[in-house]
């Protein structure tokens, strides 16, 4: 059954948030930037009060996988995904994208929970994904944590209005443009002065998050930093690999405009201007380029804790891709497109029908929330397909696949185990090492990545095997195809004995390319974003809150367990 996508006021998402966290209360947390920061409402107390006057987010997480005390590392580092919508209240398309994304989201891992088993909503999504589709949406929630801010201007969007409008106690009144408004490359009275700034600039203080979506509406495009005007004529930031190449396949997988015609893709500089206090800008090199960011002294709304602008070295290295999402900002409802074949590649040009704007930007959102880290899956061995690997609320334990991902294999043969790289764009190198799960350190636990060094004596282990290194693709590197490139090898199983049990995992380095840099960056400094380092450099490690980010080089798959006959 198809579920078309249009047009919805404020009151309808906050409405559909609200019934996201009745449905599905262990997946989905939805509440205020008012009632958990203690922002003042966007609304004085003598103006018309209504709906856009506070502004709601929610937050998609799986609370279970990573509950068993021995997960803590890996819950530390499940990375935060933030998506917002509508800075400018008239860009219409942006909320209801990322809206239909919490809500295709809760349902994959309710579903794929098997606590929803055999409901309508469950068979509707069934006959609507593959299950490997299903598996991998599930999985996104599982392994990541998503806010999402569908209407960050949400008094702009009630009123459908691009500024948030402040009213001064004469009565006198500022038109707010939101995305004038951080602290970086800006003035301090003019930072901080909107709602929807701080209500970002809250989130940031108290997520890590390494990766964000912002969705516009006017012109049609997919853009990174820099888009500062401050920044020199053609100069181009020092992660520009990384984010030209993310927004390029991002623009391929949102699919279509016209025949052949994709998004364009570049930096905000080049492809659509520069601005002073950008979110974007300010949400990339906020944490490092501090020489460009300011501490606001806004007079609006009470004034704002300068402190709240002053940052670590943690909070603003994330890549901010920003979506423009349509020539029109309104499109009418008929534009937005459905859910019908929404993963099935290639997205081709249908007049907005089914491959609609709001439908090509679930898939820019869902991409992100992939790409922020990479993964490797074992999927097929011998005959046998494994789908779905984090079954949502189901809390991991140690060594957990050793249940749950299993095979016989009879002594002296050769079986064929197949794997495929997720989360990122191209992979440098990937094999196979197997062994007995008796010859196993215990930092391998099927649950945390092992630390580097751990892995590189795993390869020097004579007790274990590898298989040959293999270079090639993954299904980002080519997004308007529908196969997912895979890797295969062979285990010899005449290395055991009969009885033995063996460990067997999949390990792969990607994106290495993303850390190379053109010769026209700015400033001259090495590539500074979670996204980069955390694939490049392990020895990075950045720490806020109760979150951290670590590079690993090697990425290790939950291991399949082999029981030699
Ligand atoms: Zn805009």
Same mark, same amino acid.
């Given at each position: 059954?198809?579920?078309?996508?249009?047009?919805?006021?404020?009151?309808?998402?906050?409405?559909?948030?609200?019934?996201?966290?009745?449905?599905?209360?262990?997946?989905?947390?939805?509440?205020?930037?008012?009632?958990?920061?203690?922002?003042?409402?966007?609304?004085?107390?003598?103006?018309?009060? $209504?709906?856009?006057?506070?502004?709601?987010?929610?937050?998609?997480?799986?609370?279970?996988?990573?509950?068993?005390?021995?997960?803590?590392?890996?819950?530390?580092?499940?990375?935060?995904?933030?998506?917002?919508?509508?800075? $400018?209240?008239?860009?219409?398309?942006?909320?209801?994208?990322?809206?239909?994304?919490?809500?295709?989201?809760? #349902?994959?891992?309710?579903?794929?929970?098997?606590?929803? @088993?055999?409901?309508?909503?469950?068979?509707?999504?069934?006959?609507?994904?593959?299950?490997?589709?299903?598996? &991998?949406?599930?999985?996104?929630?599982? @392994?990541?944590?998503?806010?999402?801010?569908?209407?960050?201007?949400?008094?702009?969007? $009630?009123?459908?209005?691009?500024?948030?409008?402040?009213?001064?106690?004469?009565?006198?009144?500022?038109?707010?443009?939101?995305?004038?408004?951080?602290?970086? =490359?800006?003035?301090?009275?003019?930072?901080?002065?909107?709602?929807?700034?701080? %209500?970002?600039?809250?989130?940031?203080?108290?997520?890590?998050? +390494?990766?964000?979506?912002?969705?516009?509406?006017?012109?049609?495009?997919?853009?990174?930093?820099?888009?500062?005007?401050?920044?020199?004529?053609?100069?181009?930031?020092?992660?520009?690999?990384?984010?030209?190449?993310?927004?390029?396949?991002?623009?391929?997988?949102?699919?279509?405009?016209?025949?052949?015609?994709?998004?364009?893709?570049?930096?905000?500089?080049?492809?659509?201007?520069?601005?002073?206090?950008?979110?974007?800008?300010?949400?990339?090199?906020?944490?490092?380029?501090?020489?460009?960011?300011?501490?606001?002294?806004?007079?609006?709304?009470?004034?704002?804790?300068?402190?709240?602008?002053?940052?670590?070295?943690?909070?603003?290295?994330?890549?901010?891709?920003?979506?423009?999402?349509?020539?029109?900002?309104?499109?009418?409802?008929?534009?937005?497109?459905?859910?019908?074949?929404? #993963?099935?590649?290639?997205?081709? !040009?249908?007049?907005?029908?089914?491959?609609?704007?709001?439908?090509?930007?679930?898939?820019?959102?869902?991409?992100?929330?992939?790409?922020?880290?990479?993964?490797?899956?074992?999927?097929?061995?011998?005959?046998?397909? !494994? *789908?779905?690997? !984090?079954?949502?609320?189901?809390? #991991?334990?140690?060594?957990?696949?050793?249940?749950?991902?299993?095979?016989?294999? /009879?002594?002296?043969?050769?079986?064929?185990? &197949?794997?495929?790289?997720?989360?990122?764009?191209?992979?440098?190198? @990937?094999?196979?090492? !197997?062994?007995?799960?008796?010859?196993?350190?215990?930092?391998?636990?099927?649950?945390? +990545?092992?630390?580097?060094?751990?892995?590189?004596? #795993?390869?020097?282990?004579?007790?274990?095997?590898?298989?040959?290194?293999?270079?090639?693709?993954?299904?980002?590197?080519?997004?308007?195809?529908?196969?997912?490139?895979?890797?295969?090898?062979?285990? /010899?199983?005449?290395?055991?004995?009969?009885?033995?049990?063996?460990?067997?995992?999949?390990?792969?380095?990607? =994106?290495?390319?993303?850390?190379?840099?053109?010769?026209?960056?700015?400033? *001259?400094?090495?590539? +500074? %974003? $979670?996204?980069? /380092?955390?694939?490049? =450099?392990?020895?990075?490690?950045?720490?806020? *809150?109760?979150?951290?980010?670590?590079?690993?080089?090697?990425?290790?798959?939950?291991?399949?367990?082999?029981?030699?006959?």
């Amino acid at each position: 059954m198809t579920t078309a996508y249009g047009r919805l006021t404020l009151a309808e998402i906050y409405n559909e948030m609200d019934s996201l966290a009745s449905s599905y209360p262990e997946f989905v947390t939805v509440t205020t930037t008012q009632d958990e920061f203690g922002l003042p409402s966007s609304c004085r107390s003598f103006e018309s009060q $209504h709906v856009g006057c506070i502004t709601k987010y929610l937050v998609i997480e799986d609370p279970l996988v990573y509950s068993n005390s021995i997960a803590g590392k890996a819950l530390k580092r499940r990375p935060d995904v933030f998506l917002s919508g509508a800075l $400018h209240g008239d860009e219409r398309v942006g909320p209801v994208a990322i809206l239909e994304v919490a809500k295709l989201l809760a #349902l994959a891992a309710s579903c794929e929970s098997g606590q929803a @088993t055999g409901s309508s909503e469950c068979n509707n999504f069934y006959s609507n994904f593959t299950a490997r589709q299903a598996g &991998w949406l599930a999985r996104l929630v599982a @392994t990541r944590r998503i806010v999402i801010l569908p209407a960050a201007n949400a008094k702009g969007y $009630h009123l459908n209005n691009r500024y948030e409008k402040y009213v001064y106690d004469n009565g006198s009144t500022l038109s707010i443009d939101p995305n004038r408004d951080f602290s970086f =490359d800006n003035s301090p009275s003019n930072c901080m002065r909107s709602i929807a700034a701080r %209500s970002i600039n809250e989130l940031f203080h108290e997520y890590l998050f +390494q990766m964000s979506m912002t969705y516009h509406g006017g012109i049609e495009s997919i853009s990174f930093e820099w888009g500062a005007l401050s920044i020199p004529l053609n100069k181009v930031s020092p992660d520009d690999i990384g984010q030209r190449i993310l927004a390029e396949k991002m623009s391929l997988f949102a699919g279509e405009l016209s025949p052949s015609t994709y998004y364009t893709t570049g930096d905000m500089n080049d492809v659509v201007y520069g601005v002073y206090g950008g979110f974007e800008d300010w949400v990339y090199a906020g944490s490092w380029k501090t020489d460009m960011t300011v501490q606001c002294s806004p007079n609006t709304y009470g004034g704002y804790d300068a402190s709240k602008t002053s940052y670590d070295d943690a909070t603003l290295n994330t890549f901010n891709i920003l979506v423009e999402t349509s020539n029109s900002k309104n499109p009418a409802s008929s534009a937005y497109g459905s859910d019908t074949s929404l #993963l099935d590649a290639p997205f081709l !040009y249908d007049a907005n029908v089914d491959n609609g704007y709001a439908t090509k930007h679930v898939r820019t959102a869902l991409m992100a929330i992939d790409a922020v880290e990479p993964y490797v899956e074992i999927n097929r061995c011998k005959g046998k397909r !494994y *789908n779905q690997e !984090y079954k949502p609320l189901r809390a #991991l334990t140690n060594r957990w696949s050793k249940r749950y991902k299993k095979i016989r294999s /009879k002594f002296g043969s050769k079986p064929k185990v &197949w794997w495929s790289v997720g989360g990122s764009f191209t992979v440098d190198e @990937t094999f196979i090492i !197997y062994g007995k799960w008796s010859d196993l350190p215990s930092t391998f636990n099927g649950l945390n +990545q092992p630390s580097h060094t751990d892995v590189i004596s #795993l390869m020097s282990n004579s007790n274990f095997y590898t298989t040959k290194t293999k270079s090639g693709s993954t299904r980002w590197s080519d997004p308007t195809s529908a196969t997912v490139p895979s890797f295969a090898a062979r285990i /010899k199983t005449s290395k055991f004995a009969s009885g033995d049990l063996i460990a067997v995992f999949a390990i792969a380095k990607v =994106d290495q390319n993303w850390s190379l840099q053109p010769n026209n960056i700015w400033p *001259n400094v090495s590539v +500074q %974003s $979670h996204m980069v /380092k955390i694939r490049t =450099d392990s020895n990075y490690n950045k720490n806020k *809150n109760d979150r951290e980010v670590q590079g690993q080089l090697y990425w290790v798959s939950v291991p399949l367990s082999m029981k030699i006959k």
